[in-house]
């Protein structure tokens, strides 16, 4: 079921559900901008092919590329886990009944905030020893990019999957369901 699909009963599941379909919302926005770093990074490549046998070449492409790539994998770091692609094993909890269900969501949800925590419980000593730029990743200002620039996704997206998996904690407190795929890639 995904937060489209369900009716709310009373103020408070009203409230997470609205906090649910923004989340949801939020991991289309996330799903497409790494969408458009992907195809960011395969124009950067595409010219750098079409531009070889001119014997032409710009050192920057490569660099960009990299910085695209990185932030590609932050930005879908959140869009896959709040759009429910990725690894799932309801088949199997689903075999347990709903309790079965119940206690996957809660160890997942327990995993994913011990996880998130620690990376966001990191930013200050990534942020801290980050020093310098990014070599080649020029600015159209002509000054290259900050090293700090590429792991700010990361922290975003990290941050934002703490919020969903609370937000899922709370709806699992309120009585709602949990956001299941409808659809499975093997299916």
């Not at 992907?38 to 660099?63: G, Q």
């Not at 000054?143 to 922290?155: C, D, K, V």
């Not at 934002?160 to 699992?172: G, M, N, S, W």
């Amino acid at each position: 079921m995904t937060p489209q699909d369900y009716r709310p009963e009373g103020l408070l599941q009203r409230t997470l559900h609205r906090a649910d379909l923004a989340v949801w919302s939020l991991g289309g926005v996330f799903g497409f901008l790494a969408n458009l770093c992907l195809l960011v990074m395969l124009l950067l490549t595409a010219t750098t092919i079409v531009l070889r046998p001119f014997n032409l070449s710009f050192y920057w492409i490569w660099p960009w590329t990299m910085v695209f790539f990185i932030w590609l994998s932050f930005f879908g770091f959140f869009a896959m886990y709040v759009r429910l692609k990725d690894v799932r094993v309801d088949f199997l909890a689903a075999r347990f009944g709903p309790l079965g269900m119940a206690a996957t969501r809660v160890v997942a949800d327990l995993a994913t905030l011990v996880v998130v925590g620690i990376i966001l419980w990191q930013l200050p000593a990534v942020l801290a020893t980050s020093r310098g730029v990014y070599d080649g990743a020029i600015l159209p200002d002509g000054i290259e990019l900050p090293r700090q620039a590429l792991s700010i996704p990361l922290f975003v997206s990290a941050l934002l999957i703490l919020l969903a998996a609370l937000l899922d904690v709370a709806k699992l407190c309120a009585g709602m369901p949990e956001n299941v795929a409808e659809t499975h890639p093997e299916s």
